[in-house]
C-alpha cells in the first residue's frame, strides 16, 4: 500500500492524465529519433528514395523501425509503472499507476493497459472520456487491467 491508504486517495482526471501523457511522449519521441537514426545508420542512406516529391522507404525497414517503435513504448511505459508506478510526466503531474488494491501493477496488468491505452485515446478518446462515466473515475484501460490512476499528495516520494 502507498503511505496514504490508497482507498482514499482521488482519481486522476483526465486533463492531469493528458497533460502526464504530453510530457512522457517527448521522452518518448526522442527515444523513436535516437532508434530511427541508429536504423539509418546501420542499414545506411539509400534505403530512401525521393520518388514524385514523396519520400519512399524500404517497406522491411519501416516494419522493423514500427516493432522498435512499440516495444520501446511499452517498455518505457511498463517499465516505470511496474517498478514505481509513475512516469516521469506522472512524477511532475502528482500521480501514480497501481493495481485495485493499491500495489504496483503487475507485468501482465502493464500489457492489458498499454495495448488497451491506445485504441482508448485514438478511437477518438472514447476510452479515456469514460471517465467521466465510471463512478469510480477509471479509463477504460483502467477497468480492463485492472488497474487506477491516483493523485498522490505532495508529500509523495516517488523514488523510494
Known amino acids: 500500500m502507498t ?41 545506411g542512406p539509400d534505403t530512401n528514395q525521393l520518388i514524385d516529391g514523396q519520400v519512399q522507404t524500404d517497406p522491411l525497414l519501416s516494419n522493423i523501425l514500427f516493432i522498435l517503435m512499440t516495444a520501446s513504448a511499452a517498455g518505457f511505459y511498463i ?16 500521480m501514480k499507476a497501481e493495481d485495485l488494491d493499491g500495489n504496483l501493477m503487475t507485468l501482465k ?20 472520456l ?3 462515466v465510471d463512478k469510480n473515475g477509471d479509463a477504460i484501460h483502467d477497468k480492463l487491467s485492472s488497474t487506477k490512476v491516483v493523485i498522490v499528495p505532495k508529500s509523495h516520494k516517488p523514488f523510494e
Open 3 to 43: 503511505e496514504s491508504s490508497s482507498d482514499t486517495l482521488p482519481r486522476a482526471g483526465l486533463l492531469r492524465r493528458l497533460a502526464a501523457l504530453l510530457y512522457d511522449s517527448f521522452l518518448v519521441a526522442a527515444v523513436w529519433m535516437i532508434l530511427g537514426f541508429i536504423l539509418q545508420i546501420i542499414a
Open 79 to 94: 517499465w516505470f509503472w511496474t517498478q514505481s508506478g509513475q512516469t516521469l510526466g506522472m512524477i511532475a503531474w502528482k
Open 109 to 128: 496488468q502493464g500489457l492489458i493497459r498499454f495495448f488497451a491505452a491506445w485504441p482508448s485515446f485514438f478511437l477518438l478518446g472514447i476510452g479515456f
Open 130 to 132: 469514460w471517465i467521466y
